[in-house]
């Protein structure tokens, strides 16, 4: 679009770039695939005598909002990244690469355009590795609480202590736009099954 005059174009509209700050990231929670908030984990004997932790899924629940006065409509191609780790030992945290499969609702993106009305948001249930760099599973780091026997079944199961992780989740829609970001400690529930020889 410009200003027409006996000269023709003399001054062309600046181009368009989308305002800053748009999003704010919180996070909603931990959900584990038996809808509850405690997280499992196993250790079956191997055949060297030793033990391999193996756990149930568990999931991160964050929020983007559109927090500008206007509908945000704009091409977006997602990327980022959730981070897990100890408080103080930043140096062990789990990485891991945001995944499109992650966003809801779906409604929203239809594979190029994002489409957020003043207020929306959109979802992301990130799945979380329990492993951290250094190899330790994250019952390595918790307190016991208490255990039950159950004679049974040949296993031992044993509650913790919630364990606090320190989770920091960063998106960026698109390169010409700022990342968006939150950092929070996370109270994890663990409840574990070991073997057990009456």
Partial sequence: MCVLSASGCEDLLPEYRPPENIFQASYIGLSTLAATDTVEFSEPRDGSGGAV???????????????YEETFQY???PSGTTEIW?????????????SLTEMQPTTSFDGTVLTLDPGASVYFRVRVEPKLATGFY???????????????????ARLY???????RFTLQFSPDLPPVSV????????????PYSP
């Fill in 161 to 167: 202590h919630p364990l606090n992780v320190q989770v």
């Fill in 86 to 98: 100890m408080p103080g030992d930043r140096a062990a945290a789990s990485s891991r690469p945001f």
């Fill in 53 to 67: 932790a193996t756990y149930s899924p568990f999931y991160l629940t964050f929020q983007v909002k559109n927090t």
């Fill in 183 to 194: 950092e929070t400690t996370v109270p994890v529930k663990l409840k574990g099954r070991f």
């Fill in 138 to 156: 994250l019952h390595k780091y918790a307190a016991e609480h208490s255990f039950t026997i159950h004679g049974l079944q040949h296993y031992i």
């Fill in 75 to 77: 091409p977006v191609t």
